[in-house]
């Protein structure tokens, strides 16, 4: 006889391992799911997580697919630590990338060593303020953010559009809807002769150590941690919330804000209508995978960023077709939440002691 | 010894035979990166049509669909290329820089680029349609149908070849109906059935009785049929997703140009060109008129459609005027390519803005 019994208290060993057994449950039904659809799945998953990265190039590729992920995702888990919902982190990145792309338009044909560093200023101030939008509602009129900051992305997308179409389009372009390419020296620079992978490595590395040192070390950090268990308690502690709200909302902003400059001044080197491909949204699978632990986050966001490049390898070797990906994303999700469950009732069998 | 030495310069004789016959006989292989899913019944789902001509003709093809326009462009390119591809359909216009960018570090590969204008490096061709000639007979058939006079119209982007889609579709119209006016609305998408039905039904509610798009799902001549009033399907043929309303479509047949393209690479007579085709090269086809159209009309259509293809008929045919007046095309003139890929304005009888 099995018997479900709850736990006392939520499991540690537990809460670390869930993430572990989510992507081998994944992987499981992703090898079914590639055998039912004729495919052969040890191969199949061979070309989904192996053959990307095998060489030095896929690698390069892999780093330059997580940065943004790790980025909104390190992020993100100020919110979600402190019971804030942001889900716009998608808009704040357009945001970003808008403001930033302003100003290295504004630098169009000059050269000089000061550019960079306003251009990646400027979008981590647009993203700030784009994430104190549903923050401030939030605070001040009770808004619900999670509402807020969503429906911000598609305000972001349109104003985005607006510009690449309109003011901001190339003119020499043919009114096609894309901005002129920056100048040199508004963009990241690249790493290593003939990869793609760029400086912008180093904010998401940066932005890594520093939430770790502020979650585990500063009385901030003490404080996002009692507002997530209990706003009660966090309010009977006399703490001011409402100035939290706004700050984890900013730095949330500005993680995002940054991916966007890192995309924009890095691979793309213009505005376009298509910045990312929904880094803000799956950003949110990266946070939760890596359990809002920094260190968590980076091993989540290459895990993640895989599924992106092995749906392109499949799909060119295998002919498997490629929105097997977000398959694969949701897959990973879905277990990592049924998981979950385990955090708080175990599995007794009978006659096994207590 | 002499045994020997007769054996191996034999083996050896057919071991080069083998390596120059394999040179000779080099698979080509092509690859298409594609912007949406194949099943989309318009853009991709043509492009994939023609990729299919090509495996028919005895050639192996790769391709990569929902491929999106952000620096995950560039990746694929460069994996294709690599895997030993040897020619590159990119069909979307925001593959342009990356197609270009990975067109320098592969030399020996080729690449063809739909709806662009950078070649910037020897092995970058470009090729489009020129879809205007089927809109010039959608506009003759709306001009001969509509009752209300006002044709509706759901556009895409601001960009020249959407203008001109839109002008040559209300000068066929005008030819046959003076009175006629295009109303535009302008969805800022390619793909998306919720906001082009939502332009539909707007165009609906101001009284048009016909509605063209240049927006690629099949949700407009959907909500065609459920109104009641007429349309017009893109890319592919659309007519069994609406057969009330679907008067015919403007199909993009890829098929003849991407064979071509590949045989070119085959037989090492590639060169780099910028190609864009009409009705005449069956780039452009129109789909079977539907019974709806009456015969007067159909004749009307037929004969125009052979006249397009001839090079007898230009779709931009002067004298044609500015919507405040001014003449773009004089008398007995027609536009030249450079006037239609940089065509910004409208044409009289055009309502609205050109939204900037």
């Known amino acids: 006889?099995?018997?479900?019994?709850?736990?006392?208290?939520?499991?540690?060993?537990?809460?670390?391992?869930?993430?572990?057994?989510?992507?081998?449950?994944?992987?499981?039904?992703?090898?079914?799911?590639?055998?039912?659809?004729?495919?052969?799945?040890?191969?199949?998953?061979?070309?989904?997580?192996?053959?990307?990265?095998?060489?030095?190039?896929?690698?390069?590729?892999?780093?330059?697919?997580?940065?943004?992920?790790c980025?909104?995702?390190?992020?993100?888990?100020?919110?979600?630590?402190?019971?804030?919902?942001?889900?716009?982190?998608?808009?704040?990145?357009?945001?970003?990338?808008?403001?930033?792309?302003?100003?290295?338009?504004?630098?169009?044909?000059?050269?000089?060593f000061y550019i960079l560093p306003i251009v990646i200023l400027a979008g981590a101030i647009g993203g700030m303020l784009y994430a104190s939008i549903p923050a401030i509602l939030k605070t001040y009129f009770n808004t619900n953010e999670i509402l807020v900051s969503l429906m911000l992305v598609y305000v972001s997308k349109l104003i985005l559009d607006y510009l690449v179409v309109g003011p901001w389009s190339n003119p020499e372009g043919f009114n096609f809807p894309e901005?002129?390419?920056?100048?040199?020296?508004?963009?990241?620079?690249?790493?290593?002769?003939?990869?793609?992978?760029?400086?912008?490595?180093?904010?998401?590395?940066?932005?890594?150590?520093?939430?770790?040192?502020?979650?585990?070390?500063?009385?901030?950090g003490f404080q996002m941690k009692v507002s997530g268990f209990s706003l009660k308690t966090a309010k009977y502690a006399g703490y001011k919330g409402k100035k939290m709200i706004i700050l984890v909302f900013l730095i949330s902003g500005a993680c995002a804000g940054l991916a966007g400059v890192g995309e924009i001044t890095g691979p793309i080197g213009q505005l376009h209508r298509e910045v990312s491909p929904d880094y803000g949204f799956t950003a949110i699978i990266v946070a939760f995978l890596g359990r809002l632990h920094p260190v968590g986050i980076i091993f989540a966001s290459?895990?993640?960023?895989?599924?992106?490049?092995g749906a392109e390898t499949a799909q060119i070797f295998m002919q498997i077709p490629k929105y097997t990906g977000q398959v694969f994303q949701g897959m990973i999700l879905f277990f990592l939440l049924a998981s979950d469950y385990l955090l708080f009732f175990k599995i007794k069998f009978k006659g096994s002691k207590k | 010894m002499h045994k020997i030495f007769i054996r191996s310069f034999v083996s050896s004789l057919v071991f080069l035979f083998t390596l120059t016959v394999a040179a000779v006989a080099k698979d080509v292989k092509a690859a298409f990166v594609y912007?949406?899913?194949t099943g989309d019944h318009g853009w991709t789902y043509q492009h994939d049509v023609g990729r299919k001509a090509v495996e028919a003709a005895g050639y192996k093809t790769t391709y990569v669909e929902g491929v999106p326009e952000s620096a995950d462009a560039e990746r694929v390119?460069?994996?294709?290329?690599?895997?030993?591809h040897d020619v590159i359909f990119t069909t979307s216009f925001g593959y342009m820089n990356p197609t270009n960018k990975v067109a320098?570090?592969?030399?020996?590969?080729?690449?063809?680029?739909a709806t662009g204008y950078k070649r910037e490096h020897p092995n970058v061709s470009t090729y489009a349609a020129r879809f205007y000639e089927g809109r010039a007979i959608l506009g003759t058939i709306a001009g001969s149908m509509t009752k209300s006079n006002v044709i509706g119209y759901v556009a895409s982007f601001p960009i020249p070849?959407?203008?001109?889609?839109?002008?040559?579709?209300?000068?066929?119209?005008q030819k046959v109906n003076p009175n006629i006016k295009t109303k535009i609305v302008w969805a800022f998408t390619w793909y998306d059935p919720g906001k082009e039905s939502e332009a539909a039904k707007a165009l609906i509610d101001q009284g048009a009785d016909i509605i063209a798009q240049h927006t690629d799902s099949t949700a407009i001549v959907q909500i065609a049929e459920k109104a009641g009033v007429y349309a017009f399907g893109q890319a592919s043929d659309m007519d069994k997703f609406a057969p009330k309303a679907v008067l015919t479509s403007v199909e993009n047949n890829w098929g003849p140009y991407y064979v071509e393209r590949v045989k070119a690479v085959a037989n090492g007579t590639w060169n780099q060109k910028d190609t864009w085709h009409g009705i005449g090269d069956g780039m452009v086809v129109i789909s079977d008129l539907d019974s709806a159209i009456p015969s007067d009309v159909r004749a009307k259509v037929n004969q125009l459609e052979k006249d397009l293809a001839s090079g007898k008929v230009h779709a931009f045919t002067g004298p044609i005027y500015d919507q405040k007046g001014n003449l773009m095309v004089a008398d007995g003139k027609t536009a030249d390519d450079g006037m239609l890929a940089g065509m910004m304005t409208y044409v009289k009888g055009v309502e609205g803005d050109i939204p900037n």
């Open chain 2, 77 to 84: 390119l460069r994996q294709l290329a690599n895997s030993g």
């Open chain 2, 104 to 113: 320098k570090e592969f030399p020996n590969v080729k690449f063809e680029h």
């Open chain 2, 35 to 37: 912007i949406g899913p």
């Open chain 1, 302 to 309: 290459l895990i993640v960023a895989i599924t992106y490049l």
């Open chain 1, 71 to 112: 980025l909104i995702a390190i992020g993100l888990s100020f919110c979600f630590k402190s019971n804030n919902w942001n889900i716009g982190a998608e808009g704040q990145l357009t945001f970003g990338a808008i403001v930033s792309g302003g100003v290295a338009l504004l630098f169009y044909n000059q050269e000089g």
């Open chain 1, 1 to 69: 006889m099995i018997k479900i019994v709850k736990r006392d208290q939520p499991s540690r060993t537990i809460f670390f391992l869930t993430p572990v057994l989510a992507i081998i449950l994944t992987l499981f039904a992703g090898g079914l799911i590639f055998y039912i659809l004729g495919f052969k799945p040890f191969e199949a998953l061979k070309f989904f997580f192996i053959v990307p990265i095998a060489d030095m190039y896929g690698f390069s590729e892999l780093l330059l697919k997580a940065t943004p992920l």
């Open chain 1, 179 to 220: 901005t002129r390419q920056f100048s040199e020296s508004a963009r990241l620079p690249i790493l290593f002769e003939g990869l793609r992978i760029h400086a912008g490595i180093f904010l998401a590395l940066a932005a890594v150590v520093v939430s770790w040192f502020i979650f585990y070390k500063t009385y901030l």
């Open chain 2, 161 to 173: 070849e959407v203008i001109r889609g839109i002008n040559s579709f209300t000068l066929a119209a």
